[in-house]
């Protein structure tokens, strides 16, 4: 076991006791000796962890105590990176910089033994398929943090164009498109945008009527039942929906 994670394993065995415990029975729990014990929680305390109490009289973590972001397992460092690299790779631009960014952040913070493994993590993601997308997704996600409609042409797999009204509440990446979930004012009904099939997209100010959080959950149980559904379709028939210029 890493020091790092000694020490996180340290903070939530305080974390478990409401009243100070000592330091032989801390030590006892983490199968380390007592000396160890009383360095780790000088550390701690060094790094700001608000831990009273002294030896003999035993420890307690204050309440509401946040970790900072500096204590990392091996794994979480590599689905950190892992990720960060996958998003930086999208194209949209501003959430790839801000996926860079942020990897920046962690890694200002971490301890010198922690920040070489993240830099010297193996996990690699490779190149992106390229993309026909020429619509910005920032605002597709502002759109939907602000639970604002939007407004676009779509083009149909048929090649058909329609003017779109939507009230947008997920996006989905996959590998080779990146999908707007939202309500279709026009087809009154749940609807799966293509980016790659939206262009002249405008923002609006007009608020929809529900709450973004509240379609999700009804899209998921709908999508639910479909799935359910579709598992029960016997073999050799379509299990893609009827063609709309609104679906994948």
């Not at 032989?24 to 701690?44: C, H, K, P, Q």
């Not at 204050?62 to 460092?77: A, C, Q, R, S, V």
Request: a positive charge; aromatic letters at 6%.
């Amino acid at each position: 076991m890493s020091r790092s994670e000694r020490l996180l394993d340290l903070i939530q065995i305080l974390r478990r006791h409401r009243r100070p415990v000592s330091g032989r029975t801390l030590a006892e729990e983490m199968g380390v000796s007592i000396r160890t014990l009383y360095r780790d929680i000088a550390m701690l305390q060094g790094q700001g962890a608000p831990i009273e109490g002294e030896a003999g009289l035993g420890y307690v973590l204050k309440p509401g105590f946040m970790l900072p972001p500096l204590m990392f397992t091996d794994e979480e460092i590599e689905a950190i990176v892992l990720g960060s690299r996958w998003v930086a790779k999208q194209p949209d631009k501003r959430l790839a910089a801000a996926a860079a960014d942020a990897l920046s952040k962690i890694a200002a913070v971490l301890p010198d033994d922690l920040r070489e493994d993240l830099d010297a993590t193996t996990l690699l993601v490779g190149p992106n398929s390229a993309s026909g997308e020429t619509i910005d997704l920032g605002i597709v996600r502002q759109a939907i943090r602000s639970e604002r409609k939007l407004g676009f042409l779509y083009r149909d797999a048929g090649g058909a164009t329609s003017e779109r009204m939507v009230w947008p509440f997920a996006l989905g990446f996959f590998d080779k498109v990146r999908v707007v979930v939202a309500w279709c004012e026009m087809r009154q009904d749940f609807r799966h945008f293509r980016a790659d099939r939206m262009a002249n997209l405008a923002a609006t100010e007009i608020r929809y009527p529900r709450r973004r959080q509240a379609m999700l959950k009804e899209w998921r149980a709908t999508h639910d039942e479909s799935a359910r559904k579709t598992a029960q379709e016997p073999a050799g028939r379509s299990l893609l929906p009827e063609s709309d210029s609104g679906m994948i």
